[in-house]
């Protein structure tokens, strides 16, 4: 009988389900989009009961490509990080819409603690990894106790849940019998200290949120219940949990200290793992725990921790020139363009669309080109474009390298840009250190599986998932590091300039 590990990749925009097996290959996959809500601007919202309809109409589909002499080992999931739902203990009906992590809707409530306590937020970096934000789910879910009528009361009465996806999901898959989540997205609430591995008493008192309605906290590879899913089969473990970025981390096998993986998407999302030592930074880095535990072959010592940070525009500045500017058709067509010249010809374009993110801080920068001259073409322009991706991810890197006190040898990437040689290329280049692309780029998905299978022992231990670890191709530095340096300066001027641009007139 053949078996495979189910993972349950819920995102932003689709719910996905990939079987793998024992190779980490994929044996099929199914994927369905559902529907964004936008209640008012910057407001984000889902529906709870598509996310689970959708989820469990994937999981139907891919198993149906199954033969019968096939079964399903374990289940492991994977989602969307922050994103906040709050349901009904009695009935699993949720009171109001899943806020997405993108909304926006509590930053004023963030602001304003911001200036009125500076002494809480300095608390809740140093329990949480956190730099407070509206993006995590506690200002979500004490919104939605404020505003659902009657629901501080009820919470308060032990009636209702909170859950971010993961829990969701294992909420309806076990009929409602495992209130659950594991370290990782526990790690996002801006509810839990990250050190202690427990709820935090100050905090959830700000935010007048019960600890009764949150979920038990358990490691990310451990059995959490049984799904009975009818016909799709009886008593499957649920076996793994993680969120989208540490389940990337984990399928990319970064399990060793200073491991570093990027997946270059809209954005660019950079992960160092730290170890057991949960590094605080001094960059505007996020604190945060890894999938993974250290000990470990059986995961089961304390948690490992790593170093986040992110870039706000990455493919979202090729996406720009293909649909703002028109100036390409199609992504993958950068690449050619960018071979073509030798460099930029001394343009650099700072992408700074909303912003810039670690370690420059600065919402009010605005994107900006410098250093144009009569010679510059197109060619140019997109090539500085693309440049700009590696830029922000050195940026990220070098930053995470200061405050881990580690320096790196290689980055693991995946994510839809990384297809890009040149791109990839140009980031050893400007690294000084080695660019690895695996063949499977479905890490995320990847990594909820490996969690899963681990712990039904359908894989052995780390080392024997290293093995499935294939690489599809390596980029070495091949620049001249005196001229890396030089591009590198370049760029910073370029960024002061799109600071100082945006300063207010005195
Ligand atoms: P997300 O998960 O954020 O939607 P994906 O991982 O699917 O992103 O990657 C899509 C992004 O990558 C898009 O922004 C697109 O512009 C960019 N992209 C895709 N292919 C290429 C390519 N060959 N070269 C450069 N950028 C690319």
């Known amino acids: 009988m053949k078996k495979y590990v189910m993972a349950l990749d819920q995102g932003t925009t689709s719910s996905r389900c990939i079987l793998f097996d024992k190779q980490g290959n994929i044996r099929a996959k199914a994927q369905k989009e559902y529907t964004q809500i936008y209640p008012k601007p910057g407001w984000v919202e889902h529906d709870p009961k598509e996310i689970w309809s959708s989820q469990y109409g994937v999981m139907a589909e891919a198993m149906a490509l199954l033969s019968e002499e ?16 709050v349901w009904e203990k009695a009935t699993g009906e949720p009171i109001y819409n899943a806020i997405v992590w993108q909304c926006r809707r509590t930053a004023e409530q963030i602001d304003r603690m911001k200036e009125e306590d500076p002494e809480l937020c300095s608390y809740i970096t140093e329990k949480t990894g956190l730099i407070p934000d509206a993006y995590f789910s506690a200002s979500k879910i004490a919104w939605i106790l404020d505003h659902v009528e009657g629901a501080r009361q009820r919470a308060e009465k ?14 309806n898959l076990t009929k409602g019998n495992v209130h659950v989540t594991d370290y990782t997205n526990a790690s996002r609430t801006m509810l839990f200290d990250i050190h202690g591995l427990t709820w935090d008493k100050k905090i959830l008192d700000y935010f007048r949120i019960p600890e009764e309605m949150l979920p038990q906290v ?8 049984h799904a009975n899913l009818g016909s799709l089969g009886e008593n499957i473990p649920i ?25 270059y998407g809209t954005g660019c999302f950079l992960l160092m793992n730290t170890g057991t030592q949960a590094v605080q930074s001094k960059e505007g880095l996020l604190t945060t725990i890894a999938a993974g535990r250290a000990g470990d072959d059986n995961l089961s010592g304390d948690v490992e921790y790593a170093l986040e940070g992110s870039v706000f ?12 500017i028109e100036m390409i058709e199609k992504a993958p067509q950068t690449q050619q363009l960018c071979e ?6 001394g343009v650099y374009l700072v992408p700074a669309f909303a912003g810039l993110g670690a370690p420059y801080w600065n919402p009010h920068a605005r994107g900006m080109m410098v250093g144009i001259t009569g010679g510059c073409k ?24 200061q405050d881990a006190k580690l320096s790196l040898s290689q980055v693991k990437v995946d994510g839809g840009a990384s297809a890009n040689d040149f791109l990839m290329q140009f980031q050893a280049d400007i690294l000084g250190s080695k660019v690895m692309r695996p063949k499977c780029i479905e890490t995320t998905a990847l990594g909820a599986a490996y969690l899963a299978g681990l712990a039904v022992g359908y894989w052995k231990d780390k080392q024997e998932i290293k093995e499935n670890w294939q690489l599809e191709r390596e980029f070495h530095p091949a620049m001249d590091a005196k001229e890396s340096e030089t591009r590198r300066k370049g760029w910073k001027k370029a960024v002061r300039t799109a600071i100082f641009w945006a300063q207010e007139e005195e």
């Not at 358990?218 to 219940?225: A, E, I, L, R």
């Not at 076996?239 to 997946?263: R, Y």
Request: with cysteine.
């Open 158 to 171: 032990g009636e209702l849940l909170f859950g971010t996806v993961d829990t969701w999901l294992i909420y």
């Open 340 to 345: 073509s010249v030798p460099d930029t010809k």
């Open 239 to 263: 076996a793994g949990a993680a969120g989208d970025q540490q389940a990337a981390l984990f399928g990319q096998c970064a399990f060793d200290k200073g491991d570093v993986k990027n997946t």
């Open 218 to 225: 358990k490691p990310s590879s451990c059995v959490y219940g």
């Open 378 to 401: 197109k060619e140019h322009f997109v090539r500085a474009t693309l440049e700009s991706i590696a830029y922000q991810t050195d940026d990220v890197i070098r930053a995470m390298e």
């Open 70 to 85: 096939e079964r399903i080992e374990a289940i492991g999931i994977t989602n969307q990080r922050e994103t906040t739902i």
């Open 313 to 324: 525009v990455a493919g979202a500045a090729v996406q720009w020139l293909r649909d703002g």
